[in-house]
């Protein structure tokens, strides 16, 4: 039941966060462009959701890098955040409140709970004290922070945007 509701509140903080960027966009375009009653399609938005999606994967900048080979360092994440996963990078959830966001649900495409043995796909929240591990490199892997604030003890590359 736990896990289906963090899949549910991970799709509702996608489409928020889909319409937040709908209303910036419509406000720094010209008034005239789109009237206020028009109607969208759900085509319309299925396309522009993946178009959105494209772009946002293009445009990520890194504001914090990866650690040197073999060495720990300790991160806090802020909410809303995504700390964008590297191949061969482990990290340890120390709490805080943080969910999976992986491409697919195919198997060798998820983050690793090497505490349980386990295989993680997009939705399944984090476990304090776990220690997490990208294998691949089989598309972009994150951890969305859904806590005010996050903890973690990383060995490897990420990217925190």
């Known amino acids: ?24 966009i419509n406000a720094e375009s010209t008034k005239a462009a789109i009237p206020d009653d028009a109607i969208v399609t759900y085509g319309a938005l299925k396309e522009y959701l993946e ?23 300790e991160i806090s994440v802020k909410q809303g955040s995504f700390i964008y996963i590297h191949e061969n990078t482990e990290l340890i959830y120390r709490g805080g409140g943080a969910a999976v ?3 697919t649900d195919t198997a060798g495409w998820g983050i690793k709970d090497m505490s349980m043995g386990t295989e993680l796909f997009s939705g399944a929240p984090l476990e304090y004290g776990h220690i997490y591990y990208s294998d691949s490199a089989n598309g972009k892997k994150a951890i969305l922070i859904t806590g005010a604030t996050a ?11």
């Open 1 to 24: 039941m736990r896990k289906i509701l963090i899949t549910i509140v991970a799709m509702l903080l996608s489409v928020l966060f889909v319409l937040g960027s709908v209303v910036v």
């Open 51 to 73: 178009q959105f999606k494209q772009e946002i994967l293009q445009s990520i900048q890194p504001n914090q890098g990866g650690t040197q080979s073999g060495q720990y360092s």
């Open 101 to 103: 966001i992986t491409p």
């Open 151 to 161: 903890y973690f003890t990383v060995k490897g590359d990420y990217e925190i945007a």
